[in-house]
């Protein structure tokens, strides 16, 4: 059967948004679902019954993620499946699409075929991941890695949430609302999610597949001069840390622009020692974080950073220190799933572009190990983590189209080939 008989149901798919979003609802606004809360439950309990109506069988593994399997009639689901979710937590006073977005898209492309009467060439399961903001338990995307394989059961038993609960007993009591069943093995992975930033909206874009997921760098630079009297002290004579943390801040941001390329730069902290009106900073410490889609644009920005911290101490007379980067590299993304993202956005005559993932996303843990697949939509002014993030419903429509689109061409072609 052609992928592109099958169509999406947009207004089932709004009701949907806007019924998850109920649960959890904050009175100050937006969506506070936080993992293993009873309104975390009852999204658990409602997205299963959606599973249910779509013709998958809702169950749930070790760390809690929502699994809807379903199984071709021809095969005993010994395959890899094709998987599509993201998350069901949320910030607090959160977006109403940030992961649910992803979730209910995954859950419509099986209602989808559903209800066109076509059947999958291969098992496909949605995903709705337990805790991917890192909110209950410290750990970003902590299910998704666990669905991986990146966390052992042994491991997952010593994680405690803030108020000393365990993980696996919060698990143990959904055993009443799906069976429990350890998750499949997945050929390919897709996620749809918003964009939670301006350049789409900005652009007049229809979506964006993920490149890679952005490197991150960050360093803590010191500054030292001499603290002295704000009035007594002549300009001429003086050794202010804040002078050298200033030129810093503002070489940065040179820095980062001339580099060229999808590079940022931020100085998001800074420390002033001994931070009175009337004396002169003695002490400066910043922190500096880079991020990139491209890994050489890192290296040669810490490179470039450093070389700046110290010509900038030498000029204002200042003692530097640089300390130990941390980094966490670039995680590209599978170039043919791109190229196949472009090519069904195109043929819907949807306009979107390649650009990197600012942001983690559970996608990020499944990038590394299979073809994986990350399209964003448009957010609204570019907010999210925000009660005033928004997609248009044309766009989440669209998007879901195009999660289908990708989702049984893929299922075809592997089973085909
Ligand atoms: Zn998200």
């Known amino acids: 059967m ?32 936080f993992s293993f809360t009873p309104a975390h439950t009852e999204a658990v309990r409602l997205v299963g019954g959606w599973m249910r109506e779509a013709g998958l069988t809702p169950t749930i593994d070790g760390a809690g993620n929502l699994i809807g399997r379903g199984v071709p009639a021809s095969s005993n689901g010994a395959y890899p499946a ?18 649910a977005l ?23 399961v949605s995903i709705a991941f337990a805790d991917e903001e890192g909110n209950q338990f410290g750990v970003g995307c902590l299910t998704s890695r666990f669905f991986v ?8 038993k010593t994680i405690k949430d803030a108020e000393g609960r365990a993980l696996r007993d919060r698990v143990a009591a959904w055993e009443s609302v799906w069976p429990r069943e350890q998750a499949p093995p997945l050929a390919a992975y897709f996620e749809l999610h918003v964009e939670q930033g301006p350049k789409l909206e900005a ?41 050298g943390a200033s030129a810093f801040v503002l070489a940065m941001r040179r820095l980062a622009l001339y580099t060229g390329g999808d590079a940022v730069a931020t100085v998001g902290k800074l ?37 700046q911290a110290r010509g900038i101490g030498m000029e204002y007379e200042l003692h530097v220190e640089v300390s130990e980067w941390t980094h966490s590299p670039v995680v590209p993304i599978d170039v043919s799933m791109q190229s196949m993202a472009l090519a069904h956005a195109a043929r819907r005559g949807a306009r979107v572009v390649r650009m990197p993932s600012w942001a983690g996303h559970d996608a ?11 399209l964003f939509v ?29 989702v049984t061409a893929l299922a075809r072609n592997l089973s085909d080939g």
Not at 91 to 99: E, L, Q, R, S
Not at 150 to 156: N, P, W, Y
Not at 272 to 291: D, H, K
Not at 364 to 374: H, Y
């Open 2 to 33: 052609d992928s592109a008989a099958v169509s999406v149901n947009g207004d089932r798919l709004r009701s949907r948004l806007e019924a998850l979003a109920r649960i959890g609802a904050d009175p100050r606004g937006g969506v506070s679902r």
């Open 82 to 99: 094709i998987a599509a979710g993201s998350h069901l937590d949320s910030v607090p006073m959160g977006g109403m699409f940030d992961g």
């Open 102 to 124: 992803g979730v209910l898209a995954a859950v419509e492309c099986a209602q989808a075929m559903r209800d066109a009467g076509a059947s999958w060439t291969r098992p496909f």
């Open 149 to 156: 394989g990146d966390l052992s059961d042994e491991h997952m």
């Open 203 to 243: 652009e007049g874009l229809d979506g964006a597949v993920a490149t890679a997921i952005a490197g991150m760098s960050r360093a803590t630079i010191t500054y030292r001069g001499h603290a002295n009297h704000a009035g007594t002290t002549p300009m001429t004579l003086r050794k202010d840390a804040l002078w």
């Open 271 to 307: 420390d002033v020692e001994p931070g009175a009106t009337n004396v002169v900073p003695g002490l400066a410490r910043l922190r500096i974080e880079l991020r990139s889609g491209r890994e050489e644009l890192l290296e040669q920005l810490r490179g470039a950073a450093e070389i």
């Open 364 to 374: 990020k843990i499944f990038a590394p190990r299979m073809p994986t697949a990350l």
């Open 378 to 406: 448009p957010s609204k002014g570019g907010i999210s983590h925000h009660p005033h993030e928004w997609t248009d419903w044309k766009h989440v429509t669209q998007g879901a189209q195009w999660l289908l689109d990708m």
